[in-house]
C-alpha cells in the first residue's frame, strides 16, 4: 500500500509541527501543569457516543470493541475525498501549557490542536493492529480561550479507532464535565481461589465509571464495581493480576499488582478424566432439541463438548461463536458456567467438526494455525482440550502434528477426545485410526459413533447390523484389538430416537454391552475373547435431546458406567 507523494509532503506536513511543540513546552515564559489539572476535553472516552464532538460527513460512530478503556470507542472510516476527521472544541487558559495524547488503533491516525494562539501541533502513526499511544503538547497564547482539538485518517485508507483523549492542563471554565482521570485504584486483593477462578476487589473510585482488570498484563475482565470474578485459569500456576479505572476522562494508569497461584485440582475439572467417564455433546444452536445452558447439562457427564467450533478464513485455524440462540446473556455468563462445571470435576472441551463442518488441517501451516487458536480459545474460554469430530475427512500426518503441538502448549492434562464414524475405525489403516494411534500418548478416549452407519464388519470378520448389542461390542473389539488401550475406547449412541437418523439403542442395550465388553456378561450372539476392564464409558449425541427425553439416557447409563470396574 503506497500513500503517494502528495501524500507524504502533508504527513511531513503536519508530522514537522510536532518538534516545535515540543520546544513550546519547555518554553519557562509557559505556565506548567500542577497537580490541579484536568482533561479539558468533555466525552473523552466516547461513553456518550458523539457527545461534544463533530465528525465530517458523517464518517464516525462510537463502537464497542475494539476499546482501550471504558465500554466505547470511536470508529471513524475515511473515503477516497476525506480523512474522516473528528474534532472537538475545548475550553483552555491563555498562557498555559497542555499535554495532548490519545489511544489509536487501525489504519493511519492522526492527533491535532489548531487554533492554540502559538504553534499548531499533531502527530501521527501510519497504522497498528493494537492500542498505540499519541502524544504531543501545546502552549495556549495570550488571548486564547478555546482550542480545536482533532483526530484523522487519510484519504481511501480503512478505518482508524481513538479512545480515552485528553487534553490536560489547567481548567479552562468549561464546566463540570470534563472531569479528571480517575485515580489509580487502591488496595487490590485477592479473595477466594479455585484452581480455575480468583475473586478480586479493590477500593472503588468516586469518579470511575468502569473499571478493567489484567492478567498478566492483558485485559481480562471489566467491571462497573469493585469487584470482579477471574475464570478460565490453570490450577497450580501464578498469575499477576492489576486494576485500572475509567470514566469519561479515559483510563487510569494500572495499579500495584497483586501475586496469586491457584491451587492444586481435584480431578475432573483440571483435566484429570476419570478413570470410567460419561460424554456429552452440548449444541450450541437450536435445532428442535431442549435448549440448555451448560449449567443445565446432567451431573452424569464428565466430559462436556461443547459443539462446535468454527472454521476461519486461514486454513486450519478455528474460532468459536457462542450462538444467542442458546440463551446466553453475555460470553462471560457462558465462561462462567465453563468454570463452575470445572470447578465440580467436569472437563469442558471444543468440539472441532461436526456434520457441515468444514475445518481441514493438511499442511505444516494448517497444522500450526489449529494448534495455535485451539489453544487461544482455551485460554479464553476455559476450555480443557479438543474433541475431533471431523466428517469431511482427515490427513492423518498433520492432524497429529497439530494435536502434537498442541499438547506441548497446554501440558499433559490436556483432554483429547475423538469421534469417528464407524467406517472410519473399521481398520488400522484408515486416517482417523492412524491418527488415533499416532497420539495415542496423549489421547483420552475415542466415543465413535455407532449410528447413522447401516451394518458393519465386527472384529470376528462377520457382519453386524447397527442398533444391537452385537453392534456395539464387535465393533468395538476393533479399537480394543486393533491398538487402542482400553481407557481411551467409549460406546457413542443417540440419546434418544430423534438424536439421529438411524442407530438408535434403549439405554438398557448400552448398559449390556458396557458388561459385555468389562466384564463378559449381557453379550448377545457376539462375546469377546477376553474383558476390558479399564474401559471408559460411553457418549451420546447430545446433552439438549437427552434433556428432551426425560434424561432417560443420562440417568440410566451414568450410573452404569461409573459403576464399572
Not at 348 to 357: P, Q, T
Request: with cysteine.
Amino acid at each position: 500500500m503506497a500513500v503517494g507523494a502528495a501524500a507524504a509532503l502533508a504527513v511531513t506536513a503536519l508530522a514537522a509541527p510536532a518538534q516545535s511543540a515540543d520546544t513550546n513546552a519547555a518554553d519557562t515564559k509557559a505556565a506548567s501543569t500542577t497537580a490541579a489539572d484536568v482533561n479539558v476535553a468533555k466525552n473523552a472516552g466516547f461513553e456518550a457516543d458523539l457527545s461534544n464532538w463533530t465528525c465530517a460527513a458523517n464518517s464516525g460512530a462510537a463502537v464497542t470493541s475494539p476499546v482501550h478503556g471504558g465500554a466505547k470507542a470511536l470508529k471513524a472510516t475515511p473515503s477516497g475525498q476525506g480523512t474522516a476527521e473528528c474534532s472537538q472544541i475545548v475550553a483552555v487558559k491563555p498562557n498555559s501549557t497542555y499535554k495532548l495524547s490519545s489511544w489509536v488503533q487501525g489504519s493511519y491516525a492522526y492527533l491535532g490542536a489548531r487554533g492554540t494562539g502559538t504553534t499548531d501541533v499533531s502527530t501521527w502513526t501510519p497504522g497498528t493492529s493494537s492500542w498505540q499511544q499519541l502524544s504531543t503538547s501545546f502552549t495556549t497564547g495570550a488571548n486564547t480561550t478555546s482550542v480545536t482539538v482533532y483526530t484523522h485518517g487519510w484519504y481511501g485508507q480503512s478505518a482508524y479507532y481513538v479512545d480515552d483523549v485528553s487534553v490536560f492542563g489547567p481548567d479552562g471554565g468549561g464546566g463540570t464535565d470534563p472531569v479528571e482521570i480517575p485515580p489509580v485504584p487502591a488496595g487490590l486483593a485477592a479473595g477466594t481461589t479455585t484452581p480455575t477462578s480468583v475473586d478480586l476487589s479493590w477500593t472503588p473510585s468516586s469518579t470511575a465509571t468502569g473499571y478493567t482488570v489484567y492478567r498478566d498484563g492483558t485485559k481480562v475482565a471489566s467491571a462497573s464495581g469493585a469487584s470482579t470474578t477471574v475464570t478460565g485459569l490453570t490450577p497450580e500456576t501464578t498469575y499477576s493480576f492489576q486494576v485500572s479505572a475509567s470514566n469519561g476522562a479515559g483510563e487510569s494508569a494500572k495499579s500495584t499488582a497483586v501475586s496469586v497461584r491457584t491451587p492444586k485440582g481435584d480431578g475432573g475439572g483440571d483435566g484429570t478424566v476419570p478413570r470410567h467417564a460419561v460424554t456429552g455433546y452440548w449444541q450450541n444452536f437450536n435445532n428442535g432439541a431442549t435448549v440448555q445452558k451448560l449449567r443445565d447439562v446432567s451431573s452424569q457427564y464428565d466430559i462436556i463438548a461443547v459443539s462446535f467450533a468454527d472454521a476461519t478464513t486461514t486454513p486450519g485455524q478455528i474460532t468459536f461463536n457462542l450462538d444467542p440462540a442458546v440463551g446466553y446473556a453475555s460470553t462471560a455468563d457462558f465462561k462462567a458456567d465453563i468454570a463452575a462445571k470445572k470447578a465440580a470435576g467436569k472437563s469442558v472441551i471444543l468440539s472441532v467438526g461436526g456434520e457441515k463442518g468444514t475445518i481441514s488441517v493438511n499442511s505444516d501451516a494448517s497444522a500450526t494455525a489449529f494448534a495455535n487458536s485451539a489453544y487461544a480459545l482455551m485460554q479464553e474460554y476455559g476450555f480443557n482440550g479438543v474433541d475431533i469430530d471431523l466428517e469431511n475427512g482427515i490427513n492423518p500426518t498433520y492432524m497429529s502434528k497439530a494435536l502434537r503441538q498442541l499438547s506441548a502448549k497446554a501440558g499433559p492434562k490436556l483432554a483429547l477426545t475423538m469421534a469417528p464414524q464407524t467406517i472410519d475405525m473399521q481398520s488400522t489403516s484408515g486416517g482417523y485410526f492412524q491418527t488415533a494411534l499416532n497420539v495415542k500418548d496423549i489421547l483420552t478416549v475415542v466415543n465413535m459413533q455407532y449410528y447413522n452407519s447401516g451394518s458393519m464388519l465386527g472384529c470376528d470378520g462377520k457382519v453386524y447390523s447397527q442398533g444391537s448389542v452385537d453392534f456395539l461390542t464387535a465393533l468395538a473389539c476393533i479399537q480394543l484389538e486393533g491398538g487402542l488401550d482400553p481407557s481411551q475406547v467409549g460406546i457413542g449412541v443417540p440419546a434418544s430416537t430423534r438424536g439421529a437418523g438411524s442407530g438408535y439403542v434403549a439405554p438398557s442395550v448400552v448398559n449390556n454391552a458396557l458388561d459385555c465388553l468389562t466384564r463378559g456378561t449381557g453379550c448377545g450372539s457376539f462375546k469377546p475373547s477376553k474383558t476390558y476392564p479399564s474401559l471408559r464409558g460411553a457418549m451420546t449425541w447430545s446433552t439438549n435431546w437427552d434433556a428432551t427425553a426425560g434424561h432417560a439416557w443420562s440417568n440410566a447409563v451414568g450410573p452404569k458406567v461409573h459403576s464399572l470396574p
